[in-house]
């Protein structure tokens, strides 16, 4: 429970540790206006994100078809992003 605590803390400060294998994906959809878009992973499957996820950078900075990491989790809906950082093209 104490590390789940930690954790917490330290996203909300922004500081997320990376850990080996975090899946990588494209963005596949945007809705700027709104603040959101999709993550196509690997396998196919698609996950939210909200622009508040996005990490080492803007979430207007980011384009369709970018690649990102991102930590997985499941939310209300279905699969979303937690955390999503950009990577090099």
Do not use: C, W
Not at 25 to 38: A, D, I, K, N, W
């Amino acid at each position: 429970m104490r590390a789940r605590l930690l954790e917490e803390k330290s996203k909300q400060r922004g500081r997320v540790n990376r850990h080996e294998g975090q899946p990588e994906g494209r963005v596949r959809t945007l809705f700027h206006e709104f603040g959101y878009g999709f993550i196509e992973a690997a396998d196919g499957h698609d996950g939210y994100f909200h622009r508040n996820a996005v990490r080492h950078g803007s979430f207007e900075d980011i384009a369709e078809g970018a690649r990102v990491r991102y930590a997985e989790e499941q939310g209300d809906e279905g699969p979303q992003a937690s955390v999503v950082e950009m990577l090099g093209s």
